[in-house]
């Protein structure tokens, strides 16, 4: 994507466009309908951590089981002359509520579709599954507070074959900060500090990511717009992402998700554009 050496790096950063981690992301949708968002009764209307890329800081109520997942997702990527295009089937979030203010969740993709075509017009095509990403989240914030903050720790397991993943363990921790603001408006703001390989393997380095998300509910429909940069400091060069995320998220019932969403690449080391379709559901 933006040399051989950082292949792995751009692979996984497409990733992370669409896994609702780190995740699509960035409810009733989003919990805007709620003073506060928690989500931390059964009769709460569903909070999720999709569309966008941002997290919330709500969690599952103790004991249900939510899942949250793309129908499909398309990533293009350009530069240079080389195009990546990629498939995505159902990457999946599993969540369980195990106290009013933490869940456990996993992250899973089991079909990703890879082409590579270089300037010279060689074509090079890859499939299997994804990795696998294990978070916990916990609420640090009462249930009544306009300001919510919560603690996102998550590990990523090499799931995926050469070519998909890197095959490498890396982890890291996220802080979504939700601001209720008057007039069915939420400011999110999502921190996060990535521990990475390096693109030779060799060792490991740091990342860091930041967002800035802005809802606005209408009835059952909430709009997202959302600004999103990752800085990863790999030794051989840092490489540097932005992308411009929109998407609508339909609150059908009270436990029933569906949304729809792009984001758009800023910078040439960005996937040039990620459309998919999702749902979130409760039990």
Partial sequence: MIGAC???HAILAM??????ETARSQTVAHGVTQTVPTASSADAPICTDRPTKSNFACTVPRGLIQIEADGL?????????????????????VKFGLTSHSDIQLNWTPLVQVR??????????????????LRYKHRLTGATERVQVALLPFIKLPTAPAG??????EAGVA?????????????TLGP????????????????????INIARQIGAVTLYNELWTSQNFDPTGTIRQASYDMSLAWLVHPTLQLDIGANI???????????????AARF
């Avoid at 990733?15 to 609702?20: I, K, Q, T």
């Fill in 116 to 133: 590579n075509r270089d300037a010279a017009g060689r074509v090079d095509r890859r499939a299997g599954i994804g990795d696998a990403t």
């Fill in 175 to 187: 802080v979504p900060i939700n601001i209720n603001v008057p007039g069915g408006w939420t400011v």
């Fill in 192 to 211: 996060q500090l990535d521990f990475l390989a390096d693109a030779d393997g060799r060792g490991r380095h740091a990342g860091v990511t930041g967002l």
């Fill in 15 to 20: 990733l992370a466009l669409v896994a609702p």
């Fill in 73 to 93: 997702a398309w990533l293009s990527t350009t530069s240079g002359g080389n195009r990546t295009d990629q498939l995505v089937a159902a990457n999946t979030t």
């Fill in 6 to 8: 950082r292949s792995g």
């Fill in 164 to 169: 998909i993943g890197n095959g490498k363990v």
């Fill in 265 to 279: 690449g800023l910078n040439a080391a960005t996937p040039g554009l990620v459309a998919y379709l999702g749902v």
